[in-house]
């Protein structure tokens, strides 16, 4: 099975980890796995209005993608902004939307990839699961409906034992470019999250996007708390075997 | 008494940092979150054909909008039917002019009024005071806000920002000098009951708004908690309706769909405790009832927001569930937003009610979560409405400067693959730098917003293609 990775440009810039994660991932679910020269899937620009600018990065996408038989993003929010969004970027040009959508179809978040196409063998024996709380990311969970699929997979990995977060739902505040023309209310929506996760007393923080998480890291650090965040990819690929 | 509307407005971002600021505020708001959410979510689940009467409502209602000249109308002929009088209004100034012009002709001094939002976009009360009648708000917590000279900061629940402390010494300044303390709220609901039904029996005229237009009865729809909009509409001897043009609704036999929505979205109640339908003046063999019966329509605008991209705002039917479920509006509450309608479906009208160049900062003010879309009964795409919003400011060079020139830059640099990896590869390193050397992120506009509160992020100072290419070339050469 042919797989591209678009590992967003978040990953590629911020986060390798995430992209090496899930590279493991994706060759022990037996793919073939090709990164391609990539960049951004053109969201910052559509989310601030500049839908030209989100067009011509959505019609890169496309053209550096389109050879492959899957597309496989380790984010909820881009692969949300592709599957979702971008679409409507080509209402000017039918037959350049046709070949999008069809590629669209054919590229998953990272967590519906490992449950509906390919998943990987979980062999590591891990002699005590670490307590943790997952957060949804909203663009995955109401866009995708991204919510039992990671669950699912950090239960069948065996590494980690969720506790429910009472707001796993709620918004971090993150919102791309919400949190440097916002920080006030965005580190106050961390906040309640983190109290959350305080009160839940987890120590581990999970999620499948790293623009919510990073953010949620930003805060934690800043405030001193004992919270590890971490990409499910990162706590998958760690019962791989043979991961490094 | 009078209201006070537009009190010094200073832009969302101060008003917000404010909000977060003030306890008391952020007590009322953590009160009322769980509340709303919860109570709706029950009501929901309890009823498994709630998605198919969402279809429904949206139909019909987008229906009524492909019609409306003709259903209003038809409302207007029925209400003339009935023996009502109907008045049309362009503007809020014509508004308030028709209906001071009823009051005065009606030899009216003192007036009083259910919760009517319309009425706060016309600015009514202060219109009202200004000619010297007296108005009275009845429903509490507009009562409540009334007295404390504020606009209402929720669209159902007016006064929602305040705290019961708040609200007891609010009372004991205009109710009686020597009221114990820590009264409880039986008790200052009592006392407010009281003044109110002073107002109620010697009122001249009653204003009341409508949540629903009937076309083909000619009747207006009114949903209250509190009984106070039928007090208001049936004492006095004229009743004047105010509603926007957009409430209208082809058939009785529609109300229902809406109804057994609206009460689940606002508050989880399977229906409001009173629901009303008045169908013009007392008429025989009726023994009360008002002797005239006027509905003032009211456009202000949405002649035009029909015929644009923002019509499925149009669907409205001011429940509150979008704002209930916003993590802003649930950190900084409604007057943040310093229009009379806060929250997401604020965010999608007060641009077009007050003009898309004084609320860039509201429409930025959105984390693009989609859950209001999500909860919203008529299935208004508000998340996709307020990014229309930003398209419509960067297509008409609204937004900001740097904005711009920092999107543009970031499309141009991620569309040229070399410069790309070259700039990426660099920005790593400059978080490095950064990190190392902290002076520096003074001069990073970026930055400095998200080290507000924020501690900066380790860099591994080369990307994930970069390292993937050198693990590849070392894989192909061992």
């Not at chain 2, 708004?209 to 106070?228: M, P, Q, R």
């Not at chain 2, 509409?233 to 957009?246: G, K, L």
């Not at chain 2, 769909?257 to 989880?268: D, H, K």
Request: hydrophobic share 40%; proline share 4%.
């Amino acid at each position: 099975m042919k797989v591209a990775l678009f590992s967003t440009c978040i990953v590629d810039t911020l986060k390798p980890e995430i992209g090496f994660a899930t590279l493991t991932l994706l060759e022990a679910a037996g793919c073939e796995v090709s990164v391609p020269t990539q960049s951004c899937c053109g969201q910052a620009n559509f989310n601030n209005g500049d839908t030209k600018g989100a067009r011509a990065l959505a019609l890169q996408w496309l053209k550096v993608f389109e050879a492959y038989e899957y597309v496989v993003i380790p984010s909820g929010s881009c692969a949300a902004m592709l599957k979702i969004h971008g679409p409507s970027l080509f209402s000017d040009d039918e037959a350049l939307q046709l070949r999008f959508k069809a590629l669209t179809q054919r590229s998953y978040e990272l967590s519906a990839f490992l449950s509906e196409i390919a998943c990987p063998v979980f062999e590591q024996e891990i002699s005590t699961a670490t307590p943790a709380s997952y957060h949804d990311s909203c663009s995955g969970l109401r866009d995708l409906y991204i919510k039992a699929q990671p669950r699912a997979l950090l239960a069948a990995s065996n590494t980690v034992e969720l506790t429910e977060l009472s707001n796993a739902e709620a918004c971090c505040g993150f919102g791309g470019t919400f949190c440097v023309k916002h920080p006030e209310i965005s580190c106050r929506l961390a906040d309640d999250k983190i109290a959350t996760l305080e009160a839940a007393d987890t120590r581990m923080l999970i999620g499948g996007d790293w623009g919510c998480l990073m953010h949620l890291k930003g805060r934690i650090d800043a405030l001193n708390k004992p919270i590890d965040v971490k990409h499910f990819s990162e706590v998958l690929a760690s019962a791989i075997k043979g991961a490094h | 008494m009078s209201t006070a509307m537009n009190s010094q407005k200073v832009g969302f971002r101060p008003a917000s940092q404010t909000a977060l600021n003030n306890p008391d505020l952020q007590q009322a708001l953590a009160r009322a979150r769980g509340g709303f959410v919860d109570k709706r979510q029950i009501a929901i689940e309890a009823l498994p054909e709630f998605e198919a009467i969402k279809a429904r409502a949206k139909a019909i209602k987008d229906h009524s909008l492909d019609h409306l000249s003709d259903y209003l109308i038809e409302f207007e002929e029925n209400v003339t039917a009935s023996g009502g009088q109907v008045h049309w209004a362009q503007t809020t100034e014509q508004a308030n002019e028709i209906i001071l012009n009823i009051c005065n002709e009606a030899k009216a001094r003192k007036i009083t009024k259910g919760k009517s939002m319309i009425s706060e976009e016309m600015q009514l009360n202060a219109a009202l005071e200004q000619a010297d009648f007296e108005v009275m708000e009845t429903d509490l917590g507009e009562y409540i806000i009334q007295l404390a000279k504020e606009t209402p900061s929720h669209i159902i629940a007016p006064a929602v920002h305040k705290t019961k402390a708040q609200i007891e010494t609010l009372f004991d300044q205009f109710h009686a000098a020597d009221l114990p303390s820590n009264r409880s709220r039986e008790a200052l609901v009592s006392e407010a009951r009281l003044r109110l039904r002073e107002a109620f029996l010697s009122a001249d005229v009653g204003i009341t708004g409508a949540n629903f237009l009937v076309a083909n009865t000619g009747s207006t729809v009114l949903v209250t908690n509190e009984g106070n909009g039928d007090l208001t509409a049936s004492i006095p001897d004229v009743h004047i309706v105010t509603a926007s043009i957009d409430k209208v609704i082809p058939k009785l036999s529609d109300l229902p769909t809406f109804l057994r929505l609206l009460g689940r979205s606002a508050t989880g109640q399977e229906i409001t405790t009173y629901t009303t339908l008045f169908t013009g003046p007392k008429q025989a063999p009726d023994e009360a009832g008002p002797k005239a019966f006027h509905v003032v329509l009211l456009d202000n605008g949405r002649s035009e927001i029909l015929h644009s991209e923002f019509k499925a705002a149009l669907r409205c039917i001011r429940c509150g569930a979008c704002m209930n479920h916003c993590a802003v509006y649930g950190t900084v509450g409604g007057h943040a937003y310093e229009s009379v309608y806060p929250g997401p479906i604020g965010q999608v009208m007060t641009p077009l009610l007050n003009g898309l160049e004084g609320s860039l900062d509201t429409i930025s003010a959105c984390t693009m979560n989609g859950h209001c879309s999500v909860v919203c009964p008529m299935s208004i795409p508000l998340t996709d409405l307020i990014r229309q919003h930003r398209i419509n400011a960067f297509t008409q060079n609204k937004n900001s400067l740097i904005e711009r020139k920092g999107l543009g830059a970031w499309q141009w640099l991620s569309l040229h693959p070399r410069a790309y990896c070259l700039g990426t590869a660099l920005s790593g390193r400059a978080v490095k730098m950064l990190n190392a050397w902290p002076f520096l992120q003074r001069f990073t506009p970026m930055l400095r917003g998200w080290k507000t509160g924020r501690a900066l992020m380790r860099a591994q100072g080369t990307t994930f293609q970069a390292q993937y290419k050198k693990r590849r070339q070392h894989e192909d050469t061992t």
